[in-house]
């Protein structure tokens, strides 16, 4: 496996389900990040992780829980969730934080939630 | 504080004609600007960056974009459209912050 994967790639939940994205990188990168992707809405930065270490939550609902147990791995822990959260949620990683302007993050393909 | 915005949500264009996506954005500090695409069920990958050393940016798959400072613009081109192109690009600036401020998305779509 290379790059950043994420499982599952679609989940469908109803609003009293608890659930779990995860995420996984290969590249050795120390910093690890949660953005949720709305229709006809910019990406939005959820959560950012630095060696493990939570360094920003952009005002996300507390019914989103992430936990980063090493630098390769990133969860989302979901529950009670809303239908507006409904979205693609993409994992990314980078090398550092706080980031080098000029290096790149890393995405994953994603996965597709809908809540019901 | 810094912006980005992408002028069109659709562009289409045919088969082997040029592909020209625009983006203007505004920053305080001396910009990155990034572009990424996003392929169907894919996550988003770099095409290009910005990084202040060349105004004209080269970069995967035949695709390049010039830094206007005096327009604030960085608008993305490729000669000529592959079908493979149609995808979704999003024009990405960071300034001093380390927060990547992205834009709306445009849906490049390639007909035969």
């Known amino acids: 496996e290379t790059g950043v994967t994420q499982t599952p790639r679609h989940l469908v939940m109803g609003m009293t389900n608890k659930k779990s994205l995860k995420c996984e990188q290969h590249l050795g990168h120390n910093a690890m990040y949660w953005y949720k992707q709305s229709a006809k809405k910019p990406l939005e930065l959820m959560f950012v992780y630095s060696l493990e270490e939570r360094v920003e939550n952009n005002s996300v609902p507390s019914r989103f829980s992430p936990e980063c147990p090493n630098s390769s791995h990133l969860f989302l822990h979901l529950h009670t969730l809303q239908p507006e959260d409904s979205a693609l949620y993409l994992c990314?990683?980078?090398?550092?934080?706080?980031?080098?302007?000029?290096?790149?993050?890393?995405f994953g393909p994603g996965t597709r939630l809908t809540v019901l | 504080a810094q912006s980005v915005t992408q002028l069109d949500s659709h562009v289409s264009v045919s088969e082997g004609t040029p592909v020209l996506l625009r983006c203007n954005y505004s920053?305080?500090?001396?910009?990155?600007l990034f572009w990424y695409v996003q392929h169907p069920n894919k996550g988003l990958q770099l095409l290009l960056k910005?990084?202040?050393?060349?105004?004209l940016v080269k970069g995967i798959n035949g695709f390049e974009a010039e830094f206007k400072k005096s327009e604030t613009s960085f608008h993305l081109t490729k000669p000529s459209a592959h079908m493979s192109d149609a995808a979704e690009y999003f024009c990405?600036?960071?300034?001093?912050?380390?927060?990547?401020?992205f834009g709306t998305g445009t849906r490049l779509q390639v007909f035969p």
């Open positions: 990314a990683s980078s090398q550092v934080y706080p980031r080098d302007p000029y290096n790149e993050q890393f």
């Open positions: 990405v600036v960071s300034g001093h912050t380390d927060k990547l401020i």
């Open positions: 910005y990084t202040s050393a060349a105004t």
């Open positions: 920053s305080s500090y001396s910009p990155s």
